[in-house]
């Protein structure tokens, strides 16, 4: 027991002497996670104005396509009215040519009047077809890389959609116990209600809670695409534990953290996928006037994104 209580001492020590540094290093965590939250905002907000400019370009190339076969059909019209206008006058020549030279000189000036006009109009009518062949060559190079771009998004809907069956299916038995999985946005959404993870106040992970934290990591690491964001979300409740943190953005943030570093320890996953962000009261999902809706605001939430490298490239290639 005289060893035990000199251990307690000797740790109580160091964390004293530490809290400082590990606060600054959570709060400068914080401010870089902060901001790369705000950066992936801005980019997901850039992908979609890019995805609705293009889908503007396509439907006023489609009306521009549209315009110049409507322009060609009517040059085509008046092509085939002029022509059956000279054939007349030819016919018409051909029968004043035996009776009147001054009847064939007049007919003379309309016939190359009327060639000038069927010469000009051949012109028009072959220009009109350059560019029509122009924009049906473009509009079929902007579909397929609709096509390919609409593809490749399908295609990672549907990887989500695995990945978000395997999760559900690595934690069958967690369900009823604070745990659900669902898909939404294109990203797929784990939430651990803190009764599963961790004390109140505290942020060690529990037995039952590393188990399911490490499930989730056997499915994450066969899944080396995907990024891996973990958030810690508290009621708001002010935090009444040890002075090592200073309220519930720090303690959600450490929540975070550990769960981060279970993740850490399987091997087959990059922690260059993983960030940990700390929501402290900030961002419920129930109201905090019961205490079941408190119970469901105290969560980590894991949200797997997939990454966008390939989507980016089709859309700068459009």
Not at 40 to 69: G, H, M, P, T
Not at 132 to 137: C, R
Not at 166 to 172: N, T
Request: hydrophobic share 35%; glycine share 6%.
């Amino acid at each position: 027991m005289k060893k035990i209580l000199i251990g307690i001492l000797g740790i109580t020590l160091v964390t004293s002497c530490v809290s400082s540094k590990v606060y600054k290093d959570l709060e400068g965590k914080y401010a870089r996670l902060k901001k790369e939250k705000n950066k992936l905002a801005d980019e997901n907000q850039e992908l979609e104005a890019e995805k609705n400019q293009l889908i503007n370009d396509f439907n006023d190339l489609q009306n521009r396509y549209d315009e110049a076969v409507a322009e060609r059909d009517k040059l085509r019209r008046d092509y085939d009215a002029t022509k059956a206008n000279l054939d007349n006058l030819q016919a018409s020549y051909d029968a004043l040519e035996k009776n009147s030279s001054a009847a064939i000189a007049e007919n003379s000036k309309k016939n190359r009047d009327l060639l000038a006009q069927l010469e000009a109009k051949e012109k028009a009518l072959a220009a009109e077809s350059d560019r029509l062949a122009k924009l049906e060559k473009e509009l079929a190079s902007r579909s397929k890389r609709v096509d390919e771009l609409e593809s490749v998004i399908a295609a990672k809907d549907a990887a989500m959609k695995k990945l978000k069956d395997a999760i559900s299916k690595a934690l069958l038995d967690f369900e009823g116990k604070g745990l659900t999985v669902e898909q939404r946005d294109g990203k797929v959404y784990v939430s651990m209600e803190n009764k599963l993870l961790f004390q109140s106040g505290s942020w060690y992970v529990g037995a039952e809670g590393k188990k399911a934290v490490q499930q989730l990591g056997k499915v994450l690491g066969d899944n080396p695409d995907i990024a891996v964001l973990i958030e810690g979300h508290t009621d708001d409740d002010p935090y009444t534990g040890n002075d090592q943190l200073s309220g519930n953005w720090d303690l959600s943030t450490k929540r975070a953290t550990a769960i981060v570093k279970i993740l850490k320890e399987n091997k087959s996953i990059n922690p260059e996928n993983l960030t940990a962000a700390g929501r402290g009261e900030f961002a419920p999902i129930a109201p905090n006037t019961t205490p079941e809706g408190k119970a469901k605001n105290r969560r980590i939430e894991v949200i797997l994104t997939p990454k966008l490298d390939e989507v980016t490239k089709l859309l700068n290639e459009i």
